[in-house]
């Protein structure tokens, strides 16, 4: 049988409704825990899509959608 996850280490799609607050606390909201987030979702992008051994152009279409959208809420900013 699996052991029981601790809140703490769940992830976001693991935790119940009710149990979300509570998940939320326990996170750090620091600069250092932001940043580090950041990173490891940056590291969990990358080796799922762009260091792979057989290559396709999802990530890099990712990126380029991801660029788009950014572009395109630079340009239209009044509306």
């Not at 699996?2 to 909201?29: H, I, N, S, Y």
């Not at 825990?33 to 080796?47: E, P, T």
């Not at 999802?58 to 950014?70: Q, R």
């Amino acid at each position: 049988l699996c052991a029981a996850v601790p809140l703490k280490d769940m992830k976001l799609l693991d935790v119940k409704l009710g149990q979300l607050p509570t998940w939320l606390a326990m996170r750090d909201f620091t600069p250092g825990g932001i940043l580090g987030a950041l990173r490891r979702g940056y590291d969990r992008y990358y080796n799922k899509y762009i260091n792979v051994k057989k290559g396709g152009l999802g990530g890099i279409s990712m990126v380029l959608a991801g660029y788009v959208v950014v572009s395109y809420i630079w340009s239209y900013s009044h509306l």
